[in-house]
């Protein structure tokens, strides 16, 4: 019964006693494991980035609403002032300024969502190292 459970250990213990054959079966069997624990790490970090991604994709795309109906605002400033009624053109001027504004800090807080840094599978290249590190250790 021991031998049993042992040959679906991990890490089979008396390293020295087992065989070539068994040596060579072991490495393939964790390394199989290891490639599919990565792969699933991988996609679990790069489906969350790109859900961040999503996020600053749609303020970004509400600061451009913004800032088009800033554009818009503007552009109906210049109509009146060319008409020459102060009164409506000024307001007119202020309103498209702050939705322009206000739009533009949306599209810099949507921005800072992009940045490449955050986009790395960071927790996915750490385990990498530290398995290059273990098998290292495992061969000599």
Same mark, same amino acid.
């Given at each position: 019964?021991?031998?049993? #459970? &042992? ?17 060579? #079966? ?12 990565? +792969?699933? %790490? ?8 790109? $859900?961040? %991604? ?8 509400? $600061?451009?609403?913004?800032?088009? !109906?800033?554009?818009?605002?503007? %552009?109906?400033? =210049?109509?009146?002032? %060319? !008409?020459?009624? @102060? &009164?409506?053109?000024? =307001? ?6 702050? @939705?322009?504004?206000?739009? $533009? ?7 800072? #969502?992009?940045? +490449?840094?955050?986009? !790395?599978?960071?927790? +996915?290249?750490? #385990? ?8 290292? $250790?495992?061969?000599?």
């Amino acid at each position: 019964m021991s031998d049993q #459970s &042992d040959a679906y250990a991990p890490f089979p213990p008396r390293r020295d006693q087992r065989s070539i054959g068994t040596l060579i #079966s072991d490495l393939a069997r964790l390394a199989g494991l290891l490639v599919r624990q990565e +792969t699933a %790490l991988l996609k679990a970090e790069m489906t969350e980035h790109v $859900g961040q %991604l999503g996020a600053g994709a749609r303020l970004m795309i509400a $600061g451009g609403v913004l800032a088009f !109906a800033g554009l818009l605002y503007l %552009l109906a400033a =210049a109509m009146l002032a %060319l !008409a020459l009624v @102060v &009164d409506p053109w000024l =307001a007119a001027l202020i309103v498209g300024l702050v @939705v322009l504004a206000l739009g $533009g800090a949306l599209v810099w807080i949507g921005r800072r #969502s992009f940045r +490449t840094d955050r986009l !790395a599978p960071q927790r +996915t290249l750490r #385990s990498l190292k530290d398995d290059a590190e273990w098998l290292r $250790g495992q061969i000599r």
